[in-house]
């Protein structure tokens, strides 16, 4: 089992930063690739970003490419998303998920995803 629990969030205006951390316990955290999704109000849960096990490789949505990063710290069992030049349309509940299996390639898919925060809300203000 992994808990992930995520802090970070808040009220930014247009154009703003905020950085948002998962912290885990469990097993394997090291060893498993490691995601940010988000659901805006009335919408489906979208992947936004996911980082290998290792570190070494990022992938983005096309919508945050250039101003998210996401990145980890396996010695303080910590991921990161570093969001830059938010926009209103960036406003969600931001979810922090481990992959199920680990050395395995990151995943876009949620399902491919067994543990998941309670999630923190950002807001960006026009």
């Known amino acids: 089992q992994v808990q992930l629990v995520e802090s970070g969030g808040g009220l930014v205006q247009d154009g703003g930063s905020l950085r948002l951390s998962c912290a885990a316990s469990g097993r394997a955290f090291s060893s498993r690739a490691m995601a940010w999704f988000r659901r805006a109000p009335g919408k489906e849960r979208k992947f936004v970003a996911a980082?290998?096990?290792?570190?070494?490789?990022?992938y983005y949505d096309e919508s945050v490419k250039g101003r998210f990063t996401i990145s980890r710290d396996n010695r303080k069992n910590t991921v990161y998303l570093q969001m830059n030049s938010l926009k209103p349309e960036d406003a969600a509940v931001y979810y922090c998920?481990?992959?199920?299996?680990?050395?395995?390639?990151?995943?876009?898919?949620?399902?491919?995803?067994?543990?998941w925060g309670q999630g923190t809300q950002v807001t960006v203000s026009s």
């Open positions: 998920a481990a992959d199920g299996a680990v050395y395995r390639t990151p995943s876009l898919n949620d399902d491919d995803y067994n543990y």
């Open positions: 980082i290998t096990w290792s570190g070494g490789s990022t």
